[in-house]
């Protein structure tokens, strides 16, 4: 399987699982609930590490539990990190809130988890600019060329983000 090159962003991040149709990803496709690898290729890819999304993919498919019916539970992200000594932290908040939290947690880049009508949904965020108000890019198709300095309140109530230094 390959990567369709609409999927991705010009600097190589994974923006659109719409793109990712032939993937499959438990009983269903990565278009409907690949979000949470996809999540952590992007993650995988702003900490520097040079690892094919196609690797990742494998990876997080073979660990996936309940045969993809609930995605990817955030457990089963952790435990993809830990296997790679990678620290995870995982922040609950909304709002300023939850930037504060990241902020105080000093993470550059992580995983953020927020509800999209009734379904949750991850997509990874990357630190641009510290300086205050902090901007972060966040990539998804709806966000991924647009640098936001207070995006925490676009994902509404419901939202935690796991911190990845």
């Known amino acids: 399987m390959e990567i369709d090159p609409r999927a991705l962003t010009e600097d190589g991040y994974l923006k659109d699982q719409d793109y990712l149709k032939n993937f499959p990803y438990g009983r269903y496709p990565t278009s409907f609930n690949g979000c949470g690898w996809v999540a952590i290729y992007n993650v995988e890819h702003a900490i520097g590490q040079s690892i094919a999304a196609e690797a990742v993919y494998e990876v997080m498919h073979k660990m996936l539990p309940y045969d993809g019916t609930q995605g990817t539970p955030f457990p089963t992200m952790v435990r993809y990190?830990?296997?790679?000594?990678?620290?995870?932290?995982?922040?609950?908040?909304?709002?300023?809130?939850?930037?504060?939290?990241?902020?105080?947690?000093?993470?550059?880049?992580?995983?953020?988890?927020?509800?999209?009508?009734?379904?949750p949904h991850y997509i990874a965020f990357v630190l641009v600019d510290a300086e205050a108000p902090a901007r972060y890019r966040f990539l998804t198709r709806r966000t991924a060329k647009r640098i936001l300095s207070r995006p925490w309140n676009i994902f509404g109530r419901n939202t935690y983000a796991g911190g990845v230094s």
């Open 81 to 119: 990190y830990a296997e790679r000594n990678i620290p995870v932290a995982r922040i609950y908040g909304s709002g300023e809130t939850l930037i504060r939290a990241v902020k105080e947690h000093g993470a550059p880049r992580g995983i953020l988890r927020y509800m999209e009508g009734r379904e």
